[in-house]
């Protein structure tokens, strides 16, 4: 794998060096207003007559063209609420120009512009793919992270264990855990270690989020079964300063610092560093067990959690160049993070832990290439490559057994978990290099193709372990596994407003555990198509697919679950089907609508099974599941005043496995029950009205609400125990209000979650925090 990465390397540095003698391109800047002084966001503004020289206008108005020698230019601003406009600049020399613009309002739509670029937001939503773009910018003032933000969207839950730091379970579709993949920038986020996940990167490090449900397009490389998650990172081309600081209830501190600059010769770095902590000290009702009798109460009890502190750091620096003839974007990075965090239960609830702790280490250099239109007009290619070589540690060495009043008794051997003492260090050293190249034909036709290639490879360390137990030393041998998955696709654009997307894929895999390896390959295929009617867009697509077991379902976390090397990938086929409407009225009424149906027959599901061995799970398939799933989802603005909107989802899924697997026509006593663990129906209601100019011009006010719901359902089969649990129903209650001032560099947060102190559980009824307090301050420049 290192060699790998090694020659890609070399292959882009030998290509840069045929090229850096060329000379300094001409750089274009400037600023595009209305007649009234107002700024104008993403108006477009390129070079005429060329597809390669374009820039979309910020928030402030502001552009940035590079050209290549000197000349004379013509520049191009659209925008489709005022008149194009167009200025001819000669430039001489290679120096910075500057070139600000004035557009008038246009009183008619413009019928004969076609706008070279397109707001990112709405390129990705007029896909053949049924996919939901977030755009993060509004939530910047919130103290969300990225999956508070991802549990907005309609027919997605993130469900968690307890609070911040918690493990948590991303469902969409009912589909859950590793049925859906995670990205950042195209980037496969598998191996990224836990100092990196979507439940602690704060949202004001992410420009927007792409949630694709069901088919996922090729340009991923991946083998996701149920969907994918693509987090767009902010890549500012202008110097940029983000500093936030927030605390709240249960002693939460959190802060983010994110530093971007872009030289005029293309020299480029951003550091993004982030911190969170909390005691996540908040009370639970729980039946407290009696340590000598191993009775639990009648009555439940409120218990303060006592072994739950989490705190991380995680520095993510890049430094490279971009705009350059020979890549857009030429970036080499580094993260480092270091994460601590108690462990206060096991895999159900009434296991409690007192002293037992995790310890997390992330080393991870990354590369970054991209360039359009190389050597031909049309050709992209992009290159991203990421190696982990850090760690994961779980301490376990009382002596003591505990429950949730806090009260303790001395055992006859160490180790809370039931293992034995335990210090052992896993060195899950993993990495992923991702290949796309994409060629533009013409206007009718393109195509594409993706090879992504995983690795991982565990090695142990725990003296305590091999000195007490024979099981331990078990944990010294060989896991290993080696994962590829290629796809090719081809997009035909039969009219401008109808396409349709046809592909294929591989997906290999080799596994080693002790000295015993095995190989699966696997081919799949599938279709997407849309079609635009005014303001209408409608969507289809069916795919078969395969998805690969996990590193952690096949080898297990090292702590609280059990690997299981016979595990099958998963097959299935998925139908989505899409309609929505978007439009704007007088200019001041925004109207959005959507509406989509899930269809997925999977064989071979993996799913979590909570009751492993004592305190931990292991992954097991359970054969044919169905799932039928619809989401509605509505929203109105008017005007910068009010917006209103919502989400609903409701799913059906159900075990299709008429016989028991391993068994001779054994009927399998759950057939067509409901798959546990998974709510059916779910829905939230937010609101926003902002008050602009108060107190001073440029000074907003917006005040929120947001209520999520969720009905009750299954903690297991129906058929396991005479009395079956339900977690129950809940509705939660949400107030935030920020304050804007000094021309929007300073932001005042204060936000009141389950303001009215409902009980609110997540997986496998694991309580949440109750009423709680979060005050944010940020500077941004």
Do not use: C
Not at 684 to 695: H, N, P, W
Request: aromatic letters at 12%.
């Amino acid at each position: 794998m290192k060699k790998a990465l090694l020659l890609m390397f070399l292959f882009i540095i030998g290509i840069s060096q045929n090229v850096l003698s060329q000379d300094r391109p001409i750089v274009i800047t400037g600023t595009v207003k209305d007649t009234k002084g107002n700024v104008v966001d993403y108006a477009t503004v390129s070079l005429k007559g060329s597809q390669r020289h374009h820039d979309l206008t910020n928030d402030k108005g502001q552009y940035k063209l590079k050209m290549g020698t000197p000349g004379e230019y013509t520049l191009v601003v659209q925008h489709v609420s005022y008149q194009t406009q167009e200025v001819k600049i000669k430039a001489t020399d290679a120096i910075t120009y500057t070139q600000d613009f004035t557009l008038s309002e246009n009183t008619s739509y413009l019928d004969n512009v076609v706008l070279n670029v397109k707001k990112p937001i709405d390129k990705v939503r007029e896909s053949a793919y049924n996919v939901i773009a977030i755009d993060a910018k509004p939530l910047y003032n919130s103290s969300l992270d990225v999956s508070g933000a991802l549990d907005r969207v309609s027919g997605v839950k993130v469900r968690r264990d307890g609070a911040e730091g918690s493990d948590y379970t991303f469902s969409m579709n009912g589909f859950s855990g590793r049925h859906i993949r995670f990205f950042i920038d195209g980037v496969p986020m598998e191996g990224f270690g836990s100092d990196f996940k979507i439940n602690n990167i704060p949202i004001t490090m992410v420009d927007r989020i792409e949630v694709y449900k069901g088919v996922v397009p090729v340009e991923f490389g991946s083998d996701a079964l149920g969907g994918a998650v693509n987090i767009i990172t902010n890549k500012s081309k202008e110097t940029k300063i983000d500093a936030s600081f927030t605390t709240g209830s249960f002693n939460t501190y959190k802060s983010h610092v994110n530093v971007s600059k872009v030289f005029d010769n293309g020299l480029t770095f951003q550091v993004n560093a982030f911190q969170n902590y909390s005691d996540n000290n908040y009370k639970v009702l729980v039946p407290v067990v009696n340590l000598k009798t191993g009775v639990y109460s009648k009555e439940k009890q409120w218990v303060k959690r006592f072994n739950d502190r989490f705190q991380n750091a995680t520095v993510v620096a890049k430094v490279g160049v971009v705009d350059k003839p020979y890549a857009d974007r030429l970036l080499l990075g580094f993260t480092y993070g270091e994460g601590k965090k108690g462990v206060q239960t096991g895999t159900i609830m009434e296991k409690v832990f007192g002293q037992k702790k995790r310890r997390s280490v992330t080393v991870m250099p990354s590369l970054e290439y991209s360039k359009k239109n190389l050597f031909v007009e049309g050709l992209d290619v992009s290159l991203t490559s990421n190696y982990n070589a850090g760690y994961n540690q779980n301490i376990d060495t009382s002596a003591y057994k505990y429950n949730w009043a806090g009260d303790r008794i001395k055992t006859f051997k160490k180790g809370e978990s039931g293992g034995g003492a335990s210090m052992v260090k896993f060195y899950d050293h993993n990495g992923s290099t991702s290949l796309n190249v994409s060629y533009k034909l013409n206007d009718k036709h393109a195509f594409s193709a993706n090879s992504v290639l995983y690795y991982f490879n565990r090695k142990t360390e725990d003296p305590l372990a091999v000195k007490e137990t024979e099981a331990e030393k078990n944990s010294e041998l060989t896991r290993r596994s080696m994962k590829n998955i290629s796809a090719l696709s081809y997009r035909y654009n039969i009219l401008d407003n109808l396409n349709v997307s046809i592909f294929g894929k591989h997906y290999h895999i080799k596994h080693t555990y002790q000295s015993e390896s095995t190989s699966v390959d696997q081919s799949g295929y599938g279709i997407a198509a849309t079609y635009l009617w005014n303001d209408f867009q409608v969507k289809s697509s069916f795919e078969r697919t395969f998805r690969l077991p996990t590193d952690s379902e096949l080898f297990g976390d090292g702590d609280l679950v059990w690997g299981n090397t016979s595990l099958k990938p998963e097959q299935g086929k998925n139908v989505n089907l899409n309609l929505s409407y978007s439009s704007v009225i007088d200019k001041v009424h925004s109207v959005f609508g959507d509406v989509g149906f899930v269809y997925r027959k999977t064989e071979d599901y993996i799913r979590k099974n909570p009751y492993g061995s004592g305190s931990r799970a292991n992954s097991v398939n359970i054969g044919g599941v169905e799932s039928i799933g619809l989401n509605l989802e509505a929203r109105y603005i008017y005007a910068d005043f009010i917006q209103v909107g919502g989400s609903l989802t409701t799913q059906n899924i159900r075990s299709k496995q008429k016989y028991t697997i391993g068994g001779f026509n054994v009927k399998n006593p759950y057939y067509n029950e409901r798959i546990p663990n998974e709510p059916y129906f779910f829905g939230s209601v937010d609101a926003g009205i902002i008050f602009k100019d108060l107190g001073k011009k440029n000074n907003n006010l917006n005040i929120g609400y947001n209520l999520r719901y969720i009905d009750h359902y299954s903690y297991d089969f129906k058929g396991i125990g005479m009395n079956p649990i339900w977690i129950p129903s809940q509705v939660i209650h949400d107030l935030n209000a920020s304050y804007s001032l000094m021309n929007n560099s300073i932001h005042l947060s204060v936000e009141a979650n389950n303001l009215f102190d409902k009980l609110a559980y997540d997986n496998y009824s694991f309580q949440k925090p109750g009423r709680h307090f979060m005050f944010k301050i940020r500077y941004s420049y």
